[in-house]
Nanobody, 125 residues
């Protein structure tokens, strides 16, 4: 069982940056690939980024490459999402998720086992 708590969301002007954090409970954090998703009002939840168990590999939605960076610190049981050059269309609730896997990663939301409650990111123009 893993509980995930996101933080770091807020209001930022276009062009600004935010760093989201997702803290996990439990001692098996390194057994999970981690992902970030987002959901804007009236839209489907979409994949943002994922990172493998060791943090050795990262993956991004094509539209976000170069602006967002996912990382993790297994000792702190935390995964991060650094978001730069933010745009109004990045406005959404951002969720972290944990996928208990032997290896690899996934961009498919229903394959993740645990979800946080989400944190709101609002980018003003």
């Amino acid at each position: 069982q893993v509980q995930l708590v996101e933080s770091g969301g807020g209001l930022v002007q276009a062009g600004g940056s935010l760093r989201l954090s997702c803290a996990a409970s439990g001692r098996t954090f390194s057994s999970y690939a981690m992902g970030w998703f987002r959901q804007a009002p009236g839209k489907e939840r979409e994949f943002v980024a994922a990172i493998t168990r060791s943090g050795g590999s990262t993956y991004y939605a094509d539209s976000l490459k170069g602006r967002f960076t996912i990382s993790r610190d297994n000792a702190k049981r935390t995964v991060y999402l650094q978001m730069n050059s933010l745009k109004p269309e990045d406005t959404a609730v951002y969720y972290c998720a944990a996928d208990q896997v032997v290896a690899g990663w996934t961009s498919v939301a229903y394959e993740y086992d645990y979800w946080g409650q989400g944190t709101q990111v609002t980018v003003s123009s």
